[in-house]
C-alpha cells in the first residue's frame, strides 16, 4: 500500500508541477503586453498625476507644491476659454456626424442601391487621410479669400464672406467641418456592421404591417443599434474633449497664440512644451481626465435610454 501511496504522491506532484508550468507559460505569453503596457502606459500616468503636485521646468529639482497647480490652472480665463471651445467645437462636430453616420449607415445598407462597396470606401477614405493632406484641403477651401470655395457658395447664397482663420466663429465652424469630415465615415462603418447584425426578419414583418423605411429606421434600426450608438457616443466624447490635431493643423503656426482655437489639449501642450510649466500642464491633465469621466457617464446614461419603453402600470 505504501509504494502505491507514493506512486500517487509522485504523480500528483508531476501533475501540479506541469499545470504549473502550463500558467507559468500562459503568463508569459502575456507578459510583453503589460510589460509594454506599465512602461509606455501606467508609468507616464501615474507619473503625470505626481506631477500634477509638483513645480517643475524639466530641468531644475521638483518642489512640491500641492494643490497650487490646480488653483492656477482654474484661475486662469484662457483655461475656461480652452474648456468652452472644446466643448463648442466638440458638439458641433461630434453630434451631427453621430446623427448622419446612422442615416448614412442605413442608406448604404439599402439592397437596391448600386456601387454599394464603392460608396462605402468613399465614406471612409477621410478617416484613413493624412492630416497632411486634410490641412491642404481645408486651408484652400476655409481660405480668407473671398475666392475660396466656402466663401464662394455663400456669395451664390447672397452671404458676405467669412474671415474663416481669424475670425470667433469662424474658426469654430471650420474646425467643426474638418472633424464630422474625417470622423463621419468611420461611426457610418461601426453602424453598417451593427445593421447588418439586425435579423431581416424584423423588416419583413414590419414591412407586412405596412410599416415605411422612415418608421424602420425609427423603431427597428435605432433601436437595436443601441450597443453601437453607445459605443460610438462614448468614444466620440473622448475624442472631442481630445481635440488637438484639427485645430493646430488648420491654425498652423498661429494655433497656439489664438484664444478662438485654443482647445484643454492645446493649453496643456502650451504649457508643457511652450512654457515649461509641466506641473500645470500635469494639473490641467487631471482636470481633463475628471471632464471626460464626467461628460462620458453622462452622454452614455442618455443614449442608454434609447429604445428602452416606460411602463405603465397594472
Known sequence: MSAVSNKEKVRKKRYMSEAKKDMASGY??????????????????????????????????????????????????????????????????????????????????????????????????????????????????????????????????????????????????????????????????????????????????????????FQQLIYITIPMLKPFIILTVFTSTVGALQLFSEPTIFLGTSAFTRDEAMTIVMYLYRDAFKLQSFGTASATAIILLVLITVFATINTLLTSGIGRKKRGRN
Open 28 to 213: 508569459l505569453y502575456i507578459a510583453p503586453f503589460f510589460i509594454i503596457f506599465a512602461i509606455i502606459g501606467l508609468y507616464p500616468a501615474l507619473f503625470s498625476i505626481y506631477l500634477g503636485f509638483q513645480k517643475w521646468n524639466g530641468l531644475s529639482p521638483m518642489t512640491f507644491v500641492g494643490l497650487a497647480n490646480f488653483k492656477i490652472v482654474l484661475t486662469d480665463p484662457l483655461f475656461w476659454k480652452s474648456v468652452y471651445n472644446t466643448i463648442v467645437m466638440g458638439i458641433m462636430g461630434t453630434a451631427p456626424q453621430l446623427v448622419f453616420g446612422i442615416i448614412f449607415a442605413y442608406l448604404l445598407n439599402l439592397a437596391f442601391l448600386k456601387f454599394r462597396n464603392f460608396f462605402r470606401v468613399t465614406i471612409f477614405m477621410p478617416y484613413i487621410t493624412s492630416m497632411v493632406a486634410v490641412a491642404l484641403i481645408f486651408s484652400v477651401l476655409f481660405s480668407d479669400h473671398e475666392t475660396s470655395l466656402a466663401n464662394y457658395v455663400l456669395s451664390l447664397a447672397g452671404l458676405d464672406p467669412v474671415s474663416w482663420s481669424s475670425s470667433e466663429w469662424g474658426t469654430k465652424i471650420a474646425i467643426s467641418i474638418m472633424v464630422f469630415w474625417r470622423w463621419v465615415g468611420y461611426n457610418t462603418i461601426i453602424y453598417l456592421a451593427g445593421i447588418q447584425s439586425i435579423p431581416s426578419y424584423l423588416y419583413e414583418a414590419a414591412t407586412i404591417d405596412g410599416a415605411n423605411k
